[in-house]
């Protein structure tokens, strides 16, 4: 199935560096949309469903990861990875 709402270019895991990367800047919009569901309880794999396209029945472990990896993202990027984008 496929989800309308998920950005296209996903990547499971997200590319990590201690500076912004380009794959941060194309999927901001996503990283916001894991913040906010993390504020709302969301289950990882609710988020990788709904913010990912990941069905987490079928694909449990790589949804979870996925999700995982984009919400330490997102929050890396609102506590350090903001200053530099704003800068």
């Not at 794959?23 to 709904?50: C, G, I, N, P, W």
Request: proline share 5%.
């Amino acid at each position: 199935m496929k989800y309308p709402d998920v950005e296209s270019g996903l990547k499971d895991e997200v590319p990590w560096s201690d500076s912004l990367t380009a794959y941060d800047k194309e999927h901001f919009t996503t990283y916001m949309r894991f913040l906010d569901a993390s504020a709302d309880d969301a289950s990882y794999e609710e988020m990788a469903q709904v913010i990912l396209g990941i069905n987490p029945a079928e694909e449990p472990q790589r949804a979870r990861r996925a999700a995982r990896s984009h919400l330490d993202r997102a929050n890396w990027m609102m506590k350090t990875g903001c200053k530099e984008l704003f800068a």
